[in-house]
């Protein structure tokens, strides 16, 4: 039988198989994150019928080359253009998620329980148990953890990313360590000047997240002498109440020995001109992580020296003083001061046992003022400086986000704003060697390299994930078509080698008749 007839059907068959190829790409035009396949066709071997001989320089007859006839075509791969990224469809779903990849081509790692996967698939979903999972198949996102010990990322072997767990769902609340009073005291405020002095409120939180008000009392200071009394006010801590209208300044005093005092509650360390601490013996000295004192030079342990009180301050009062020529703050509680320290930790937490759990709390009155105002006082005392120290209530989660690195935050409505986890990504050596297994998933193969199970972070090589937005197919349907012509002619002239092929034959059958 004619060589050509055989050489013409596995033409047939190949570019029935590229046909195939096409076929599956215009059908996942629309799939996200599909990646396009194209078939590269090989030479069947060959028939030699002579082989080649060399030249013989002493007759002079040249050499002859051999004589080989193909026997066809087969396929010869069929490659995924897997390092190519589709286009952007923009969804506004937070977890719908887009790898731009810089220098690698990267891979979300998904796993169904048992085995790892890995997808260029980016639409995801929290499923009821608070899992980041694949709406197709219902594969788990895997990355990396936080460290309960640090609060930063561990990046080791990756697991399921939940980042709606029960220890997600708050953010540990804590106490005020700072405040800041501002505004103006105008000694003309009839509330000035009443006995019960111009109110003044301060609300914090404990360590536990509970609120408190502190309200102080500010009155003129009368010592009887005018001209030293001029532009001084005593500050007096009157109450310390709870959400529940519990007193806590009473109730330790209820229960101590003597009553709460100003030198106790009220922690004034020495400074020196340029605002370091001090100890007794003058050394400027500093405090340690751990909150202990030492003596700055030398590291030998101390403790501060307390500024000594004012003999007019009576009970939980301090001096308040303002330069009585332009209403400017000049200090409280002692020369030079800018702050008090109200010690509530010492005597507070541990004097009053209900499960209560104070911080001292620096209170800062140098944006104060002494100005003339119409008769009215907008002297106020905040919680926190600048955003610090404010403390924060227990915090319950109202949103999740994913930023570029891969890091998923929570975002709770006492402000804070935490690290749940993070999205690894996995890279290979030769991304096109990965084996498609359907759903829009990929596992590796002898061809691909192996992974590590503990990925990479995205932006290592400057990759990026974006929100919002997952990639479409990269099939590029101007090119399937054209190759879909050149197929169909590629077949069509195979069929006519068979029809051709076939009269040779019944012309040689024809020769007997």
Known sequence: MMRSLYSAVSGLKTHQTRMDVIGNNIANVNTEAFKSSRVTFTEIMYQTTASASGGNAATGVGGINAKQIGLGVSTGATTISITTAGAAETTGNPFDLKLTDSESTNF?????????????????????????CMTSTGYTLMGWQVDPTTGEIKKDTVTPLQVMSAANQTSAPEGTTLGAVSGILDKNDPNVTSEDGYAMTL?????????????????????????????????????????????????????????????????????????????????????????SWVVRDTGVATEPALEPLIDDAAGLSCILEFNPDNGEFVSVGGTGNESIVLNFE??????????????????????????????????????????????????????????????????????NTVVLCQIAVAQFSNASGLEKIGDNCYQTTLNSGDFDGIGVEITADGSSISTGELEMSNVDLSAQFTDMIITQRGFQANSRVITTSDTLLEELINLKR
């Open 203 to 291: 609300n914090f939180y404990d360590d536990l997240g509970y609120s408190y008000t502190a309200k102080f009392s500010v009155k003129p200071l009368t010592t009887g002498d005018e001209s030293n009394d001029k532009g001084k006010y005593t500050v007096e801590l009157t109450s310390l109440l709870d959400s529940n209208g519990k007193d806590y300044l009473e109730a330790y005093n209820a229960m101590a020995d003597t009553p709460l005092t100003y030198d106790q509650l009220v922690r004034q360390y020495r400074k020196d001109v340029d605002g370091n601490f001090l100890n007794e013996a003058g050394d400027i000295i500093e405090q340690t992580s751990t909150g």
């Open 346 to 415: 010492q005597f507070l937490s541990n004097g009053v046992d209900d499960g209560s759990n104070f911080r001292n709390i620096e209170v800062d009155f140098s944006a104060a003022m002494n100005l003339n105002n119409g008769g009215t006082s907008t002297m106020g005392a905040l919680k926190g400086i600048n955003g610090d120290g404010a403390g924060k209530k227990l915090g319950a989660l109202t949103g999740l986000s994913v930023d570029t690195s891969g890091k998923v935050y929570g975002s709770y409505d006492n402000g």
């Open 108 to 132: 979300f790692i998904v796993s169904d329980g048992t085995n790892t996967f890995f997808t260029r698939s980016g639409s995801y979903y929290v499923d009821g148990n608070g899992f980041l």
